[in-house]
């Protein structure tokens, strides 16, 4: 598989673990639309192979966000031509979150903590611990619902409690034989007792015994808190992703 394929082949999956409430496909690229509710979920993507990009797309694109309220956000991997971030910062769009995707094999060395719930569904208080931490804005926690439902794959909603409720979550998703993980989350008052590792090892676990050979996930570049952990577990860049804003 070469590179692009490789890049494609992880998007595709990403789209699908993430689902927008909206999508539409115009000359190669990918617009996804959710009322605003994360950038990922309502952005412009290349995704065909050889896309094209000229002025007119790029006002043809950005028509329906526009039409809907939302800024044209644009999500740029290497699939996207190198002159549309020249192009968008010659507009004044400014270049945010620059991002990694990461990989890893498995090959049955993680294993499900017995402290680390999962289940198919989020609970309630899933939902709402999620939305707490992550956080949601209460005028987003109806769309954010409604895409978490609407995963077709098979998913796990990780969580784990301490005796006052909730204090991490995560999400796993298994697409054929990769897992994605997403949006591990730990409270405040429970950070620096290794529960992000417990989670993402649990996420990587059941991905497993889902018939998952490899996982992979989204990690912003800054986070240094993040990075040595998925390092450890032998997480490895596949390529890098940047936004670009109005």
Not at 163 to 191: C, E
Request: net charge neutral; with cysteine; glycine share 6%.
């Amino acid at each position: 598989m070469s590179r692009e394929s490789d890049i494609r082949f992880l998007e595709r999956r990403a789209f699908r673990a993430w689902p927008a409430l909206e999508t539409a496909e115009t000359a190669g690229w990918v617009t996804r639309f959710s009322g605003g509710y994360t950038k990922r979920a309502n952005s412009i993507n290349a995704l065909a192979e050889g896309v094209e990009f000229n002025h007119a797309l790029k006002d043809a694109l950005e028509a329906p966000y526009r039409a809907r309220g939302l800024p044209p956000v644009w999500r740029l991997t290497p699939l996207a031509p190198p002159a549309v971030d020249s192009c968008l910062a010659d507009a004044g769009y400014r270049r945010i979150d620059d991002s990694l995707v990461q990989r890893s094999a498995l090959d049955g060395r993680f294993a499900l903590d017995a402290e680390v719930r999962l289940e198919p569904s989020p609970s309630i208080a899933w939902l709402a611990g999620f939305a707490e931490l992550s956080p949601v804005a209460p005028a987003h926690r109806d769309i954010m619902e409604r895409m978490l439902h609407s995963i077709a794959a098979p998913v796990a909603f990780a969580q784990v409690e301490d005796a006052y409720g909730p204090i991490a979550f995560a999400l796993g998703v298994a697409d054929g034989d990769h897992v994605g993980l997403f949006d591990v989350l730990v409270a405040p008052r429970a950070r620096r007792r290794g529960l992000a590792r417990r989670l993402t090892e649990s996420v990587c676990a059941w991905g497993h015994s889902q018939g998952a050979r490899f996982a992979y996930l989204q990690v912003v570049a800054t986070n240094s808190a993040a990075l040595p952990l998925y390092a450890e577990l032998g997480f490895e860049t596949v390529y890098r992703y940047g936004y670009r804003v109005p």
